[in-house]
């Protein structure tokens, strides 16, 4: 399960694998303060992307469009968040003051489409029960 969260949210048991997706760190937090497993800024929008986006809803299909194409063109930034989303629940924390337009629910929404297109493993031993023909 993958949900987003604000990094001034309060941290709870049910977040589960907690990962700061910002480039930056957030205003006004310390970072002993900050209870996370991670801090991906690699997975971040590029730093021209997010100047150009500015926090504008009008231009968030853009930014989602564009943002997309750099998380596609990058999977090593995110390939280790698909194994904790598949393993429990994965919380991607971000700073932006708009819950519904920002580049966490992008990730999201480019993760959950992943895990769904590449389906169940396929690693040999998901097989081992089936009969071979």
């Known amino acids: 399960m993958i949900q987003c969260k604000r990094v001034y949210a309060a941290a709870v048991e049910a977040d589960g694998y907690r990962v700061l997706i910002d480039r930056l760190w957030p205003r006004g937090i310390k970072k002993e303060a900050l209870r996370l497993d991670a801090w991906l800024k690699d997975v971040a929008p590029s730093t ?43 919380t991607l924390l971000f700073a ?20 769904e297109r590449q389906g169940p493993s396929s690693s040999p031993p998901c097989y081992a029960h089936e009969e071979t023909r």
């Open 96 to 115: 932006a003051k708009d819950e519904a337009h920002n580049n966490a629910q992008v990730l999201a929404g480019f993760l959950e489409d992943e895990l």
């Open 48 to 90: 021209a992307l997010r100047q150009a986006f500015d926090h504008d809803p009008a231009q968030f299909p853009e930014f989602e469009r564009r943002y997309r194409a750099e998380l596609a063109a990058h999977p090593e930034h995110w390939w280790t968040l698909l194994e904790q989303a598949r393993s429990g629940h994965l």
